[in-house]
């Protein structure tokens, strides 16, 4: 028995869908399922991301779309690679609460995914700037750990390199106070500045010499927070409500 709350797609959607990610190939194309009175439309977005490995898509498309009538799903390619859903495209799905459309270029493979509650771990989960990177491990630890509700912020990618200060203007407005020359305590965050001209990487302190962070290119873990990471800390703050 079909599960009524799954969507089915159109046949003339699939097909434009596809025309767009050949289009846009080898960069990964974006866009939109709408239910225009009653009909579903496939609308191409632009797809704003540096590079060619993942999708921004345009807030200004997505409102356009929504002008027009309810969205229905996201749809974006993945060139060269299978239509499954990478780490932070399952982090993303359920962000936006709609199935997301994936389809394999050039071969044409498609697969229609729905959300389905999906929670990165805190360790071993793959980096992607902006989705799956330092500052949401941040935010799901304390979260998932404390209860606690960061606020999030848009991070472009080096944002750091292009006048950004993201932790140092940001803490006290999420909640933190400066604690550093202090005695480090369990759930402390460490600001260290990562060949950078601010400090632009942050990780959580969990007592006893351990640090758990996610460093582009690798997975989130845990590791002794000694030599190196001592070195480039740069700050260390401290949730109000656990001063």
């Given at each position: 028995m079909s599960d009524p709350c799954r969507l089915t797609l159109d046949e003339d959607v699939l097909a434009a869908a596809r025309a767009h990610a050949q289009a846009d190939y080898p960069r990964e194309s974006c866009g939109l399922v709408v239910l225009v009175d009653g009909v579903q439309r496939y609308r191409p977005c632009r797809n704003l991301a540096d590079g060619q490995s993942h999708f921004v898509l345009a807030p200004e498309d997505y409102a356009q779309a929504e002008g027009e009538g309810e969205v229905l799903a996201v749809v974006?390619?993945?060139?060269?690679?299978?239509?499954?859903?990478?780490?932070?495209?399952?982090?993303?799905?359920?962000?936006?609460?709609?199935?997301?459309?994936?389809?394999?270029?050039?071969?044409?493979?498609w697969c229609l995914w729905h959300p389905e509650g999906y929670r990165p771990p805190l360790v071993g989960r793959t980096f992607s700037h902006g989705v799956l990177d330092c500052f949401s491990l941040l935010r799901d630890y304390y979260r998932e750990r404390l209860g606690l509700e960061l606020p999030d912020v848009e991070?472009?990618?080096?944002?750091?390199?292009?006048?950004?200060?993201?932790?140092?203007?940001?803490?006290?407005?999420?909640?933190?106070?400066?604690?550093?020359?202090?005695?480090?305590?369990?759930?402390?965050?460490?600001?260290?500045?990562?060949?950078?001209?601010?400090?632009?990487?942050?990780?959580?302190?969990?007592?006893?010499?351990?640090?758990?962070?996610?460093?582009?290119?690798?997975?989130?873990?845990?590791?002794?927070?000694?030599?190196?990471?001592?070195?480039?800390?740069?700050?260390?703050?401290?949730?109000?409500?656990?001063?």
């Open positions: 974006h390619s993945h060139p060269n690679a299978a239509p499954e859903p990478s780490e932070a495209d399952r982090v993303m799905m359920e962000r936006w609460g709609l199935p997301w459309l994936i389809l394999n270029v050039p071969v044409g493979h991070r472009p990618d080096d944002w750091w390199a292009k006048g950004g200060n993201l932790y140092l203007e940001g803490y006290a407005r999420a909640g933190f106070v400066d604690v550093t020359g202090q005695a480090l305590r369990e759930h402390d965050v460490l600001l260290m500045q990562l060949r950078a001209p601010v400090p632009n990487h942050a990780g959580v302190y969990l007592g006893d010499d351990v640090l758990l962070h996610h460093v582009m290119g690798r997975l989130s873990t845990r590791e002794t927070y000694s030599g190196f990471w001592q070195r480039i800390t740069q700050r260390v703050v401290r949730h109000a409500s656990l001063c």
